[in-house]
């Protein structure tokens, strides 16, 4: 005897005008009340949208285009004056006098980036 597979199709398929029928129902109320009546997942109803060409989830918030908008500034008159630079204080006159091997003798005077200054005497030192 031979034996047949019956194989069961359990897909529905719905008639183009039930499926904009409930398309059109998506547009004025959520997609996931509409789904819910009719008894089936919320993605096919954003599927069957996709496929008419209406915004889906990700699509529906529209960024605005971007655009240039007019500046208007006031009368040069009526502008805050920037406010002034301190005065810079006195600076410390100080000296720094380095002896190096050599004889050699580095002096500074002013602020001084340490950093630098290490940088500087590893170089003279031949480091």
């Not at 954003?46 to 915004?55: D, E, I, K, M």
């Not at 500046?71 to 004056?81: H, I």
């Not at 091997?101 to 630098?116: I, M, N, T, W, Y």
């Amino acid at each position: 005897m031979k034996s047949f597979d019956v194989v069961a199709e359990t897909r529905r398929r719905w008639p183009p005008e039930e499926r904009q029928q409930i398309v059109a129902e998506s547009e004025s109320a959520p997609v996931s009340v509409v789904a819910r009546r009719h008894g089936f997942a919320v993605s096919l109803v954003f599927r069957w949208r996709r496929q008419a060409g209406l915004p889906g989830k990700r699509n529906s918030l529209k960024k605005p285009a971007p655009m240039f908008v007019p500046v208007v500034l006031p009368a040069s008159s009526t502008l805050a004056a920037a406010p002034e630079k301190p005065p810079a204080q006195a600076e410390d006159r100080g000296l720094i006098e380095i002896g190096l091997s050599g004889g050699r003798v580095v002096r500074l005077s002013g602020p001084v980036d340490g950093q630098a200054l290490k940088r500087v005497i590893a170089i003279l030192e031949g480091r």
